[in-house]
């Protein structure tokens, strides 16, 4: 016999999980943000746009296939406090329809996380990448008198 009560359950109870797990991932880009604001003395700031897509992406990472809907890629950035329009892409967050697994593509490796805490250590790792080391020295050295000529 179907049972259109649990169905119903059932599918309301993704969405809440998909909620708190998308409000997880915006906690965890805060949390990333807080720190770079206090580390910058206040001249630095973690910065995203959304992008929607209404069509399924295959990701490949580790040789684990997840074949589903990306329905946001959040393009991250370092964004300058001290004078406004500098900004330095850092990488990309593609989440799944329900948050979890969400993959960042950056320039030092491609990451699949499953949680906070993995999300939490591919920022880590990018973070103390060379590169980003580079984007936050030069942002760090900006002075809003550059622009004044």
Do not use: W
């Amino acid at each position: 016999m179907v049972d259109l009560r649990s169905a119903l359950t059932r599918g309301y109870e993704l969405a809440e999980e998909a909620a708190r797990n998308n409000a997880e991932i915006d906690g965890v880009l805060s949390e990333v943000s807080n720190e770079l604001i206090e580390f910058s003395e206040n001249k630095i700031v973690l910065a995203y746009n959304k992008i929607t897509h209404e069509h399924d992406i295959t990701m490949n990472f580790f040789n684990v296939d997840y074949d589903g809907p990306k329905d946001v890629v959040n393009k991250i950035f370092l964004s300058s406090k001290i004078i406004d329009g500098v900004q330095q892409e850092l990488c990309d967050l593609a989440r799944s329809s329900n948050g979890y697994p969400c993959s960042i593509i950056s320039s030092i490796e491609n990451f699949l996380c499953f949680d906070k805490a993995s999300l939490l250590v591919a920022f880590e790792r990018i973070l103390s990448d060379e590169r980003a080391g580079k984007i936050i020295y030069g942002m760090m050295q900006l002075k809003a008198s550059t622009l004044d000529l």
